[in-house]
C-alpha cells in the first residue's frame, strides 16, 4: 500500500490506515478516498475526486440547491427561528410563515466541509450554518452529481 499518492490538482493524498482511506486535508475541504471495499481501484478513485474538483464550484452549487429542496420544510417546521416559549410571539406571523427561513438564506448558510469519493458514490458533508444548531447535514450524491439522501 502506498503511504501517499499526488494529485495535481487536490494535493496529497496520505494513506490513513485505521479509516483505510486516503485523505488530502489541503485547502477548506477535507477530502477522502474510501478503499474499504475489497477491490477498489485507487487511480480511478483519484480521478473520479480531480473530475468532481474541476466542477466543484457547479456541483456545490448544484448540490446546495438539492439540499435546500429536500431539508427545507423540515427546517421551518421542526427548527423555528423564534422563541416557542416567548409570552409575547405573535403565532399569527408563526403561521402566516413570516419566522421561515427562505431558500436562498438556507443556500447562503450552507458550507461544504467533507468529500469521501466512495465506490458507487459520493458522501459529502455540509457545515449548516446554524440552522440546525450547529449539526452537520450529511448527504450522498451519484457520480453524476443527483442528490440520493440529505439528513441532519
Not at 483519484?46 to 420544510?73: G, P, Q, T
Not at 458522501?123 to 452537520?136: Q, V
Request: hydrophobic share 35%; net charge negative; proline share 1%.
Amino acid at each position: 500500500m502506498e503511504k501517499s499518492i499526488k494529485s495535481e490538482l487536490i494535493g496529497v493524498f496520505t494513506y490513513n490506515e485505521q479509516m483505510k482511506a486516503y485523505e488530502a486535508h489541503e485547502g477548506k475541504i477535507h477530502w477522502k478516498l474510501d478503499i474499504s471495499h475489497e477491490g477498489v481501484d485507487v487511480k480511478e478513485m483519484k480521478k473520479s475526486a480531480e473530475k468532481l474538483f474541476i466542477r466543484l464550484e457547479e456541483f456545490d452549487k448544484n448540490a446546495k440547491k438539492a439540499i435546500v429542496e429536500k431539508l427545507i420544510a423540515y427546517k421551518n417546521n421542526f427548527w423555528p427561528e423564534y422563541d416557542e416559549d416567548d409570552e409575547n410571539l405573535d403565532w399569527d406571523a408563526v403561521e402566516a410563515g413570516e419566522y421561515d427561513v427562505t431558500k436562498e438564506q438556507f443556500e447562503k448558510a450552507l458550507t461544504l466541509y467533507d468529500i469521501v469519493i466512495r465506490v458507487n458514490d459520493f458522501y459529502c458533508e455540509y457545515d449548516d450554518g446554524d440552522l440546525f444548531g450547529g449539526h452537520r447535514i450529511h448527504t450522498h450524491f451519484d457520480y453524476d452529481g443527483n442528490l440520493l439522501s440529505a439528513d441532519v
